[in-house]
């Protein structure tokens, strides 16, 4: 079970560690500048759970109106530093802080993983609350359901906790929240501490 205090601890207290050895996969990258490419030049993206805000934050605010939010304020520390263009909040993305149909678009990189897999549902259904009509959602998952804990994550002595809620399982989340999968791809990622994943990153849009 999930705790969010845990996961915000964790990441507060392990912010400069984590921001040094994130590596990014190249095709991870791929995924994230194709659905850029699909946005509208004006843009108002939200990357929910934007963590240090690289490499997707910046990227994004590079071409939009960027809003990143993120339950750790160490994080957010890291953020407005690394995309100062950026407006920042803190918040849990299971009950955005924003008015409904706010954004164009809504990215969300390993960050629903670190939610209790009760509320994963709620968080997609967020998502599509705070999206305009047509609407773009990119997110990651891993491929099948896993939850666990590491009580020493990167060396670092800080405890760090993940439900993954698996694709089949995304899948009917976002069509119950009215999203359409456009495409999936499937994205090796890591940790330069040797710390592989596979993930499955779904890009949808929401109907009207």
Same mark, same amino acid.
């Given at each position: 079970?999930?705790?969010? +205090?845990?996961? *915000? ?6 912010? @400069?560690?984590?921001?040094? $050895?994130?590596?990014?996969?190249? &095709? ?7 659905? *850029?490419?699909? !946005? ?8 929910? =759970?934007? =963590? ?7 990227? !994004? ?8 939010? /993120?339950?750790?304020?160490?994080? !957010?520390?890291?953020?407005? @530093? ?29 960050? !629903? ?9 709620? %968080?997609?259904?967020?998502?599509? *609350?705070?999206? /305009?009509?047509?609407? &773009? ?6 491929? @099948? @359901?896993? $939850? ?9 002595? %800080? ?28 994205? +090796? $990622? ?5 710390? +592989? ?12």
């Amino acid at each position: 079970m999930v705790e969010k +205090d845990a996961v *915000r601890r964790g990441y507060d207290e392990l912010a @400069e560690t984590y921001a040094a $050895d994130r590596v990014q996969d190249g &095709r991870g990258r791929d995924v994230l500048e194709r659905f *850029r490419a699909s !946005l509208p030049a004006t843009a108002r993206v939200l990357d929910a =759970g934007c =963590g240090q805000g690289t490499p997707v934050l910046r990227e !994004l605010s590079a071409a939009a109106v960027a809003v990143g939010l /993120d339950i750790s304020r160490a994080q !957010l520390g890291l953020a407005s @530093e690394n995309v100062p263009a950026a407006s920042l909040a803190q918040g849990d993305i299971a009950a955005l802080p924003f008015r409904d149909g706010a954004f164009d678009a809504v990215t969300a990189y390993h960050s !629903l993983i670190h939610v209790p897999r009760e509320q994963h549902q709620a %968080v997609v259904d967020e998502f599509a *609350r705070v999206l /305009d009509d047509g609407g &773009r959602l990119l997110l990651s998952e891993g491929p @099948e @359901e896993w $939850d666990g804990s590491n009580p020493d994550w990167l060396g670092t002595g %800080v405890e760090m906790q993940w439900h993954i809620a698996g694709a089949e399982a995304t899948r009917d989340h976002l069509q119950t929240a009215g999203f359409a999968v456009e495409r999936e791809s499937a994205v +090796d $990622d890591s940790l330069a501490e040797g710390e +592989d994943a596979r993930w499955t990153f779904f890009a949808a849009r929401l109907e009207g």
